[in-house]
C-alpha cells in the first residue's frame, strides 16, 4: 500500500475486532512509525506504551463504557505526554501536542497499511478521569499523562466511512477562498 492509499485506507473504527492477537513485532513496527515523526525542534515530545499484557489490557477496558472496539481490542497503543510541559526557547514554544498528533497520524497510516484498524482516542479520556485511570494501570508518575489511546486490532468488519469536504471547499491555490 503506498501512502496515498493508506490515507484513504485510514478511518476511525468503532466496530469489533476479530479475536487475533497484534504480534509484537508488528506493535513495534507501527510504534517506531510514530517515533519518526517529526517535532517541534527534533525534541521527540511524545513517548508510548505499548499494552498486550491481559491483565493491564483489562484495566484499561475497565475506564470505559461497553464499546466493541475497546471490549474486543486485543493491544492499546497509549500515547505519553508531560503533565506540565516546559516551554521550548525563550518564544516560550509549546509543541507537545503538535508533537503528538504527527505520531498518532503516523501510527494510524501504519495500522492501516499492516491490515489493522484503530480509533483516535482523545476526548473520551477526558471524561471520567479516564487518562489517569488508564496511567495507574500502566505506572506513570504524575509528571506524565496519557494524550491519546488508540485500540488496535483486526477489524470485523468493514464500516461507512465519514465524508470529507470536497477540496474546493476547503483547499486553495494562492489566495484564500478563491
Ligand atoms: C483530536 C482528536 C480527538 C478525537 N477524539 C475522539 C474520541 O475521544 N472518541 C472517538 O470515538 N473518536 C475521536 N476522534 C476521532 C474523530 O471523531 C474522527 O477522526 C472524525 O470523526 C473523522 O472520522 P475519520 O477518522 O473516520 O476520518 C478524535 C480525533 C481527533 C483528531
Given at each position: 500500500?503506498?501512502?496515498?492509499?493508506?490515507?484513504?485506507?485510514?478511518?476511525?473504527?468503532?466496530?469489533?475486532?476479530?479475536?487475533?492477537?497484534?504480534?509484537?513485532?508488528?506493535?513495534?513496527?507501527?510504534?517506531?512509525?510514530?517515533?519518526?515523526?517529526?517535532?517541534?525542534?527534533?525534541?521527540?515530545?511524545?513517548?508510548?506504551?505499548?499494552?498486550?499484557?491481559?491483565?493491564?489490557?483489562?484495566?484499561v477496558?475497565?475506564?470505559?463504557g461497553?464499546?466493541?472496539?475497546?471490549?474486543?481490542?486485543?493491544?492499546?497503543?497509549?500515547?505519553?505526554?508531560?503533565?506540565?510541559?516546559?516551554?521550548?526557547?525563550?518564544?516560550?514554544?509549546?509543541?507537545v501536542?503538535?508533537?503528538?498528533?504527527?505520531?498518532?497520524?503516523?501510527?494510524?497510516?501504519?495500522?492501516?497499511?499492516?491490515?489493522?484498524?484503530?480509533?483516535?482516542?482523545?476526548?473520551?479520556?477526558r471524561?471520567?478521569?479516564?487518562?489517569?485511570?488508564?496511567?495507574?494501570?500502566?505506572?506513570?508518575?504524575?509528571?506524565?499523562?496519557?494524550?491519546?489511546?488508540?485500540?488496535?486490532?483486526?477489524?470485523?468488519?468493514?464500516?461507512p466511512?465519514?465524508?470529507?469536504?470536497?477540496f474546493?471547499?476547503?483547499?486553495?491555490?494562492?489566495?484564500?477562498?478563491?
Open positions: 500500500m503506498d501512502v496515498f492509499e493508506a490515507i484513504k485506507e485510514r478511518y476511525s473504527y468503532r466496530g469489533s475486532f476479530k479475536n487475533i492477537t497484534v504480534p509484537v513485532d508488528h506493535l513495534e513496527k507501527i510504534v517506531q512509525a510514530g517515533l519518526d515523526a517529526p517535532s517541534g525542534g527534533n525534541r521527540q515530545t511524545t513517548q508510548f506504551v505499548i499494552i498486550n499484557d491481559p491483565g493491564v489490557i483489562a484495566e477496558k475497565s475506564a470505559f461497553d464499546h466493541p472496539y475497546i471490549t474486543t481490542a486485543p493491544a492499546f497503543i497509549a500515547a505519553i505526554v508531560d503533565s506540565e510541559p516546559k516551554p521550548y526557547r525563550e518564544g516560550g514554544f509549546i509543541f501536542l503538535e508533537d503528538c498528533s504527527a505520531a498518532i497520524e503516523n501510527i494510524l497510516l501504519s495500522i492501516t497499511d499492516l491490515g489493522y484498524a484503530s480509533v483516535w482516542l482523545d476526548g473520551v479520556l471524561m471520567d478521569g479516564r487518562a489517569a485511570k488508564i496511567g495507574e494501570a500502566i505506572g506513570l508518575p504524575a509528571s506524565k499523562k496519557v494524550q491519546i489511546l488508540l485500540p488496535v486490532g483486526v477489524p470485523q468488519e468493514t464500516l466511512r465519514r465524508e470529507k469536504l470536497p474546493k471547499e476547503r483547499a486553495w491555490f494562492n489566495r484564500y477562498g478563491q
